[in-house]
């Protein structure tokens, strides 16, 4: 089975500085999608970036980004220029492709970040 | 934009009690899931439907059912309520195929069983 590990419960940042979130995952398949969301304290899940692992160029989103490493089976998010508004819990998460694939998502523990103004 | 919504933001109920949490998409999305999300748990699959009365069980269904008698709408029952269903619970919803999309969340509904 799969899993998905944050092994990082909160992280601190200054405004402006940039922050870089863990994740590792373990899976048996070649072919799957990786994910961040983030939970603002109003508490909708809303998604940050995505990545598919067949991509070899790491996904950007803005002031967003991944570091992608397959063979290590990481998946890290980097924030540039922090922001009072990053402030959230985030969340990795892992999806399946291949036959019977029903869009289902495993999530990490999840990281609480904390921006300083 | 896509909206989940849930129907409560808070709930308050007695252990025994049957609970029903409502969740309703507005995109014609195939896939709806139910997680509940506790503190250094992350988010865990309760259960998930990827079509009208379809449905599977997910990582924790025990003491969970579900019911999906129209595509907008996924209701969660929890039939009998204990102490240890208290938690946060989210509904999620998103297009089927094999493709990357996302899953759009509701607010969540914060249960709580006394």
């Known amino acids: 089975a799969q899993t998905v590990t944050q092994s990082q419960p909160e992280m601190s940042v200054q405004e402006a500085e940039t922050v870089t979130l863990s994740c590792t995952y373990d899976?048996?398949?070649?072919?799957?999608?990786l994910f961040w969301y983030k939970q603002p304290p109003s508490r909708q899940m809303i998604l940050v970036i995505r990545q598919e692992a067949y991509k070899q160029q790491n996904a950007t989103e803005n002031r967003f980004s991944v570091n992608f490493q397959k063979a290590a089976k990481s998946f890290s998010l980097k924030i540039s220029d922090s922001q009072l508004g990053d402030a959230a819990m985030y969340f990795c998460?892992?999806?399946?492709?291949?036959?019977?694939?029903?869009?289902?998502?495993?999530f990490g523990q999840g990281t609480t970040l904390q921006v300083k103004p | 934009d896509v909206k989940v919504t849930q129907s409560s933001r808070y709930l308050v109920k007695r252990t025994g009690e049957k609970v029903f949490l409502e969740c309703v998409q507005d995109m014609d999305h195939e896939n709806m899931f139910w997680y509940r999300q506790d503190p250094g748990l992350g988010l865990r699959l309760i259960y998930f439907?990827?079509?009208?009365?379809?449905?599977e069980k997910g990582d924790i269904p025990e003491g969970y059912s579900v019911s999906r008698e129209k595509k907008e709408r996924f209701s969660l029952i929890l039939e009998s309520a204990s102490t240890n269903q208290t938690s946060m619970y989210l509904c999620?919803?998103?297009?089927?195929?094999?493709?990357?999309?996302?899953?759009?969340f509701g607010d969540g509904t914060r249960l709580s069983i006394l």
């Open positions: 998460a892992y999806r399946n492709i291949g036959s019977g694939n029903t869009g289902k998502l495993i």
């Open positions: 439907s990827y079509d009208v009365k379809m449905k």
């Open positions: 899976t048996s398949e070649s072919d799957y999608y």
């Open positions: 999620a919803s998103s297009f089927g195929g094999l493709g990357n999309q996302p899953q759009h």
